[in-house]
């Protein structure tokens, strides 16, 4: 495939399939996205370099249409080990009552993030993502040499000129709305819960950076991807919209807990990985979101096993339940049919405009 060098270029209409890690995203969920005229992505996050190459080989096996991969940044050595040791001892009633142990929390905390960006440079995909940080300039080259197209998440109007001055393609711009983890990229305790509204942080970022955005944050419907547009974004990003279609590769739990009105809202926590991220409310956050400390990607570790069996019991009430705020606006459609309703919604939307 040649490379494409403008964002506009990678699919009929600018709407993407948010990377979401921990199994949501799927081969079959991005090509059907890249086949209705959107754009699918793979979030390599939590696996290993072999079985992200896997994935883009089914993924290739099934679209010839553009795609993306994401990747997770390798983060700093800066947890304390002891306030990680404290949330486990606070944890062990939980790992008691689903008969587990809990995880080793030094499990590793760079996510094989070399040999990953070994293999997308050895057997370049279309574009690469990148998330909890911002590679270095040797990096985002390397890439463009591969005629690969790079983007970076930004929280923040520094981040995103951080992006531009490494040399990224373009920036995802993600809203404090968002379901799942905020993309920081650098993660700071005392900045919990200041994170900026996605309008606002488009135009902040419009404003500091001559890259193109794709924007994030509780989209759900075809209106909303026409503001984000309206307001300066090149394309918008969906996660908790995809969550629900058939070919998501989300549990059944999680799925059905989206539109569960026992599941009346979403916070931020840290409960389940010791970095911010938006997810519905129940029990385990209620009870542990306020003791967590900042330790990712340790406090992952620790609390995965507790989280597997949980689901494993058919309990959603210690499980990550991520979530954007939009999640009571989700509809139960095939990811293709999501993407051509999205589009329809959209151009009405801005007809109307006109």
């Not at 270029?9 to 949501?24: D, R």
């Not at 059907?32 to 896997?54: D, H, N, R």
């Not at 979530?323 to 051509?340: K, N, T």
Request: net charge negative.
């Amino acid at each position: 495939m040649p490379a494409l060098t403008d964002l506009s270029s990678f699919s009929a209409y600018p709407i993407v399939q948010a990377p979401m890690a921990g199994g949501a995203s799927n081969p079959r969920l991005a090509a059907a996205v890249s086949g209705a005229g959107g754009l699918g992505f793979l979030a390599a996050g939590y696996k290993t370099s072999e079985a992200m190459y896997q994935e883009i080989r089914q993924l290739r096996d099934a679209t010839s249409q553009p795609f993306g991969v994401n990747l997770f940044m390798p983060q700093p050595a800066t947890v304390d080990p002891s306030a990680v040791a404290v949330y486990a001892e606070q944890l062990a009633g939980e790992a008691a009552w689903y008969d587990t142990a809990l995880g080793d929390p030094d499990t590793g905390s760079d996510d094989a993030y070399d040999a990953k960006v070994a293999v997308l440079l050895e057997d370049p995909v279309p574009m690469v993502s990148f998330t909890f940080g911002c590679p270095d300039r040797a990096v985002l080259d390397a890439f463009t040499k591969a005629g690969t197209y790079t983007v970076v998440t930004v929280t923040t109007p520094a981040e995103a000129l951080a992006a531009q001055w490494a040399g990224a393609d373009a920036v995802c711009v993600q809203g404090i709305e968002a379901g799942g983890h905020q993309g920081t990229h650098r993660d700071d305790p005392q900045l919990d819960g200041t994170g900026l509204g996605l309008l606002t942080l488009i135009t902040q970022v419009r404003e500091a950076v001559q890259l193109p955005m794709i924007a994030a944050g509780g989209l759900m419907r075809g209106e909303q991807i026409a503001a984000v547009l309206a307001a300066g974004a090149s394309a918008a990003a969906l996660g908790t919209a995809f969550l629900v279609c058939p070919e998501s590769g989300a549990s059944p739990l999680h799925k059905q807990a989206l539109t569960d009105p026992v599941y009346a809202r979403t916070e931020v926590t840290r409960a389940f990985s010791g970095r911010p991220a938006r997810g519905l409310l129940n029990r385990f956050v209620r009870e542990h979101g306020r003791y967590a400390p900042p330790g990712y990607p340790q406090v992952h570790h620790l609390t995965q096993p507790v989280r597997r069996a949980a689901a494993g019991l058919g309990d959603p009430q210690a499980m990550a339940l991520w979530a954007g705020q939009g999640h009571r606006l989700a509809r139960e459609l095939s990811a293709g049919a999501l993407v051509e309703t999205l589009a329809a919604e959209l151009h009405a939307a801005q007809g109307a405009r006109a």
